[in-house]
């Protein structure tokens, strides 16, 4: 009998480590996509403006290569943008290293919710409805935004410095948004994203720079003259073709995007196997502590 209580609890003690990973702040991989590499030129021919202040290298400090999401635990999400360059490879401006950078966060969670962006800016719509949007610019301008919040109210959403828990930040060719998961729940593995790329603009429309049929001193070309054509340089997207193939537009219609995110049957499976194995890692420790034992 004692040896089946010693046999129990080191059974306990190799298993609860396991079944609790991310609990203790680790990094629990829920999402993860690369997105295809030299295509920061919006449906394929946009250009970038003309001024000395926008570097050479701007195309690939704007080209998204990957999209991360982590929880933490039970305490944040992160979420990780990475581009070819480093975001902070040029500061002419300051701020904390991605001042060039204009990124939006459409999460689907499925359910009631926007097929429209929270304002007018980006120039595009959804197939799917939104119910949670990360607005992202440098100089501390980042909020999170909920689909049922006012447009019209300048001060909607979550400001990162109302709040503890909402931090930005630049990390190697990433920018970081490690966020409470009081704000924003846990990441479900159901989740689908919409990841906009856009020149940051003060003066703007939602802060993106425009993007005309010609290019200026600041601003872009390749688009229209209209308020039709995207002014996104990248999205989030899972092949090659797909980016151009949503973002292609004409004058009175919007261009009309896919979230991206893991199959839901897939997903599904994987927690299964995930669960067996950490059964079947049990029991054999288990067994190899009985026999051991038992030798003595």
């Known amino acids: 009998m004692r040896r089946r209580w010693i046999v129990f609890f080191v ?15 680790e990094f629990e991989p829920i999402f993860s996509v690369e997105d295809p590499r030299g295509d920061s030129f919006g449906p394929g021919d946009y250009s970038y ?11 690939q400090m704007l080209d998204l290569t990957a999209f ?36 939006d966060l459409y999460i689907v969670k499925d359910g009631e919710g926007r097929t429209t ?18 607005r992202l610019r440098d100089w501390r301008g980042a909020f999170l935004i909920d689909a049922q919040h006012d447009p019209d109210d300048s001060q909607a959403g979550i400001w990162q410095d109302q709040v503890q ?9 990433a920018i970081v948004v490690e966020i409470s998961q009081t704000l924003i729940g846990a990441a479900a593995p159901q989740w689908k994203y919409y990841v906009l790329v856009g020149l940051q603009d003060p003066y703007g429309p939602d802060q993106y720079r425009e993007i005309n049929q010609l290019p200026g001193p600041w601003t872009g070309g390749g688009g229209c003259d209209s308020e039709f054509n995207p002014n996104l340089y990248d999205i989030l ?19 009309v ?34 026999i051991l034992l038992r030798k003595n």
Do not use: C
């Open 68 to 103: 991360n999401v982590f929880n933490l635990g039970d305490e944040a999400v992160r979420f990780e943008f990475h581009f070819a360059q480093r975001p902070d490879l040029h500061q002419p401006w300051g701020g904390a290293g991605f001042n060039f950078h204009r990124l």
């Open 11 to 25: 059974w306990v003690l190799l298993v609860l480590p396991v079944v609790n990973v991310g609990a203790s702040g």
């Open 237 to 255: 997207v899972k092949s090659e073709g797909a980016q151009k193939d949503q973002l292609a537009w004409d004058v009175g219609h919007y261009a």
């Open 165 to 173: 828990g909402f931090d930005v930040f630049v990390e190697g060719n």
């Open 49 to 59: 403006p003309q001024h000395q202040s926008f570097p050479q290298e701007l195309p």
């Open 257 to 290: 995007l896919d979230p991206v995110g893991p199959e839901s049957t897939s997903a599904r499976v994987w927690g299964i196997i995930k669960i067996i194995g950490v059964v079947l890692m049990a029991a054999g420790l288990a067994s190899l502590v009985w």
């Open 117 to 134: 962006t929270f304002r007018p800016g980006a120039q595009v719509e959804f197939s799917q409805p939104w119910q949670l949007n990360l």
